[in-house]
């Protein structure tokens, strides 16, 4: 049964740990869901919490052992702006991360695993448009020259070692549960705050940088649909295209302006920009619709609404 399985989440303080933990444990049972970070989380948790370094292969091991993993979701990283400060240590967090844990699957430790990649796998020879799930991959940045790897070394252990290990290519994420931790598209995050605290937001991205964005509940609509998806359906073991909506920086901030009137956004335009120029403006998902019946919910109208509802309760408490 569902509720017997084992789940590690490791990077469950991230923004899309923090509610993929909770989420597992609502459909699971907490009891059956072990996080795991590199600090304790600032707010009491549900479901056990064990604090671990991915990087701690005899720890790690320990954990697994211990609770009887079966499904690991590995969410730690060094996302794309803080990577280009931290190249030695991006490389070595994305990569030997990963391949320890595709080493305990290889070891018949756990069954499963999910592993996210990421739109930084493109780069500036990519089209800009309704980008195909097979194109051009040629990252610029340390964060996407290591989930490139990551997706190769995935299908290597597939093919040789037959190891179950399913991905997808996140685009932007944007949420209102958890703050972002070093991503280029965090803005799309920020901005919600500073619009309720501040109704102005300076923005390091240019006004027209259009990216594929994808609203929180759809991303981990998409994360637990590949993992709970029949074994015969995922037919890319690199890693899936996923796309739901893009906009620019101005597209949501006129949004935003419905709901907030008096908001006004400023552009001080930084390197963050120059690493989002070489990315897609759009994303074609038709793999993944077709292969595991994914499907988005939420367009930006509605992520707009949705977040600034619940912000504005959140901040009224």
């Avoid at 190249?87 to 080493?103: R, S, T």
């Avoid at 102005?200 to 609203?215: A, G, K, N, V």
Wanted: proline share 4%; hydrophobic share 35%.
């Amino acid at each position: 049964m569902s509720s017997q399985k084992k789940i590690l989440v490791i990077g469950s303080n991230g923004q899309i740990g923090t509610v993929l933990t909770k989420t597992l444990g609502q459909k699971f049972g907490f009891e059956n869901v072990i996080g795991s970070d590199l600090r304790m989380p600032d707010t009491p948790t549900k479901f056990i919490f064990e604090e671990c370094s991915v990087l701690n292969k005899e720890k790690l091991e320990r954990i697994i052992n211990r609770y009887n993993i079966s499904d690991v979701y590995l969410l730690a990283a060094y996302l794309s702006a803080k990577g280009e400060k931290n190249i030695d240590k991006a490389w070595d967090l994305n990569m030997n991360g990963l391949l320890h844990i595709l080493n305990f699957a290889k070891e018949k430790k756990i069954q499963k695993i999910f592993w996210p990649s990421s739109i930084a796998v493109f780069g500036p020879s990519t089209p800009k448009n309704n980008v195909p799930q097979y194109t051009i991959t040629e990252p610029t940045t340390i964060y996407g020259v290591s989930k490139l790897a990551g997706e190769t070394l995935c299908n290597y252990y597939h093919s040789k070692f037959g190891i179950d290990i399913r991905s997808i290519r996140y685009p932007g994420i944007i949420g209102w549960e958890s703050m972002p931790g070093g991503g280029t598209t965090d803005y799309a995050v920020d901005i919600f705050h500073e619009a309720l605290k501040h109704q102005e937001y300076t923005c390091f991205l240019s006004r027209d940088r259009t990216l594929p964005m994808m609203y929180m509940n759809d991303a981990i609509q998409a994360t637990i649909g590949i993992m709970e998806a029949q074994v015969d359906k995922i037919k890319i073991r690199t890693s899936y295209n996923l796309s739901s909506c893009h906009f620019s920086p101005n597209d949501l901030a006129e949004e935003i302006k419905k709901h907030i009137p008096s908001f006004k956004i400023k552009y001080k335009v930084d390197e963050r920009d120059t690493l989002a120029q070489g990315w897609p403006s759009s994303i074609n998902d038709r793999h993944a619709r077709n292969d595991w019946g994914w499907e988005p919910n939420f367009n930006l109208s509605q992520i707009v609404s949705d977040i600034i509802l619940n912000l504005r309760n959140r901040y009224k408490k």
